[in-house]
């Protein structure tokens, strides 16, 4: 078959394949790798941490705290929720795009990563908003989101809860308490957040050695777990070089991320319109002239514009007052 199976073509739950490398051992290595090598070789980046946490168990909740960014909470989230729509999507991509619509939002975008309150707000954001988004095709369509909501529909088949319009009037009774307790469970994160953030916050006073060779043998357990092959762990150890390669040459990760993901993903797309369509010209006037397609083709040019022009201005606006200043 030209398509084969779903571990053969492509993303498949949590350590599927990316029609290559496997997508966990991959992204483990991009990025648990990287900063772990990062951490060994900074022998100076040993930092007290007592001042900042002695600073946490001072600190009281305020209420208003949860209300700073609501622009980025409500954007990022309903990035996430679209996100959470599409079937291969998931939680790392919606972070991703919300780390960077938080960015393009924010008034100061030179704080983010370096644990700016607005930086962290917008990814989680988005990737609280796919969990409901990715419900949408499995409780209508019975297409899942992602490998917890095929999991989530095999249970519910289980039960004699077949997705579609029944679901949501013969099942009624069960589907929307059911959809009312996510709403439940996201109050309760919120309480587990804010009553274990300062415990949380005590695994910094573990030595920087011991977190290291922690951080390495978990890391080496999950990518091995997830076909019970050593080929995945030198994957993941050959990704983390090139990943530490690319921090070194400041390089974004994100971007390699995204492209790693979704690129196999617009690849499947491709060749499916190139089938339907009968040629390749044919497949690409289709993308070009219907009005959806115009529609993101246009929002993926502006995505683009804008940083650039603000880049631009920047630069130029830095230009001016250097001159000015001379």
């Excluded at 492509?10 to 992204?27: A, H, I, Q, R, S």
């Excluded at 502006?302 to 022009?309: D, G, H, N, Q, T």
């Amino acid at each position: 078959m030209l398509w084969g199976d779903a571990r053969s073509v492509g993303y498949n739950g949590d350590c599927g394949t990316n029609t290559g490398f496997p997508t966990v051992p991959t992204l483990i290595g991009l990025y648990s790798i990287s900063q772990l090598l990062g951490m060994i070789g900074n022998k100076d980046a040993t930092v007290n941490m007592d001042n900042a946490l002695s600073s946490i168990n001072k600190y009281k909740f305020r209420l208003r705290d949860i209300c700073c960014y609501p622009l980025t909470y409500l954007w990022c989230g309903i990035v996430g929720v679209i996100i959470g729509i599409i079937p291969g999507a998931g939680g790392s991509i919606a972070a991703f795009m919300g780390y960077d619509q938080a960015k393009h939002l924010s008034k100061h975008p030179e704080k983010f990563g370096t644990g700016y309150r607005e930086g962290i707000s917008g990814p989680e954001s988005a990737n609280n908003g796919v969990i409901g988004g990715a419900l949408i095709p499995m409780m209508t369509l019975g297409i899942p989101g992602n490998a917890v909501t095929a999991i989530l529909m095999g249970a519910l088949m289980l039960h004699g809860l077949t997705p579609g319009n029944d679901l949501f009037t013969v099942k009624a009774n069960v589907t929307y308490p059911f959809i009312f307790g996510l709403l439940v469970a996201a109050f309760v994160m919120v309480i587990v957040g804010v009553l274990g953030a300062k415990q949380f916050a005590k695994v910094n006073r573990i030595p920087q050695n011991f977190l290291a060779s922690g951080i390495l043998v978990l890391t080496v357990l999950g990518a091995f777990s997830c076909n019970n092959s050593y080929a995945d762990v030198f994957i993941m150890l050959g990704c983390g070089v090139l990943g530490y390669a690319l921090k070194y040459m400041k390089i974004d990760l994100s971007s390699v991320v995204l492209g790693y993901i979704l690129g196999p993903i617009a690849e499947r797309g491709m060749v499916r319109t190139i089938i339907m369509e009968g040629s390749l010209g044919a497949a690409v006037m289709s993308i070009v002239t219907r009005p959806i397609c115009i529609a993101l083709i246009v929002i993926s040019i502006v995505s683009l514009a804008v940083p650039i022009y603000n880049n631009w201005k920047g630069a130029k606006q830095t230009d001016s007052e250097y001159l000015l200043s001379k």
